[in-house]
């Protein structure tokens, strides 16, 4: 319903954020206690009816109070949830959801250990899916094993929290920083300069090359992990113009 115009206006003009919000609070609270499969299933609709929201109501999503405890139940849901087997759709959902909703909150305050902490998660879902795969002797691009039985349900995630994580990268240090100290920048540039363009289809390579290059224009220190990890054979390799010159810089 929050996806049509009409029936989403009803249901704001009654409140429907506080009732969602308080919904969403009580789900991660349940989990503290256990992962019942009822709580997960409930915290995936949720997440999908957010992230209409945030498509269709940025503005309501940047000041509207009570989704901004959203973002803090949020953060603690996705520590809760972090990279275990058995709730991975919904750590997807939820790192996903997260990075949209601060993307219209930048200039809401958040404590910086929440956000250091979320953001580094948010890294790990960027990087962690894909690896390198040995097939007929030569190295492709691949999805992680532990990331292939899920993978049909959350690539999409996957596409969107990257294209969120490019645009959010200007608006947070602490986001940069987690990139940067992750390692996120010799990981990415390594594993394809390994594979060498085999199976590293265009939409994937778009939002790599979308981020990267997010990264190097936010921090200057970036430049120079670039350089000394194979940054000028990926440029070469992929033919990022924008990234070879800033490299040559």
Known sequence: MTAEDLSRKILLDNDLQSVLSLYFKNCVDGLEEKFEEDILRSMETLCGVFLNLVVLEPELIAENEELHKVTQSIFKCAKLICNKEDT??????????????????????????????????????????????????????????????????????????????????????????????????????RLLNKVHGRNVDEDTLLCLIGVITSLVTSEVKAVDVLRSCGGFEFARLYNCSELEKLIEK
């Not at 250091?116 to 007929?136: E, G, N, Q, R, W």
């Not at 999805?143 to 959010?168: N, R």
């Open 88 to 189: 991975l759709t919904l750590w997807a959902n939820i790192i996903t959801l997260g990075v949209f909703f601060l993307r219209q909150q930048a200039h809401v305050k958040y404590d910086k250990d929440d956000l250091t902490k979320f953001f580094s998660m948010v890294v790990s879902f960027i990087k962690a899916p894909y690896t390198s795969l040995t097939v007929d002797s030569a190295e492709v691009l691949s999805v992680a094993e532990l990331y292939i039985p899920v993978w049909d349900s959350i690539y999409q995630l996957w596409y969107l929290c990257i294209q969120a994580t490019t645009s959010c990268l200007p608006m947070y240090p602490t986001l940069v920083y987690a990139m940067m100290s992750t390692g996120f920048l010799p990981h990415i540039i």
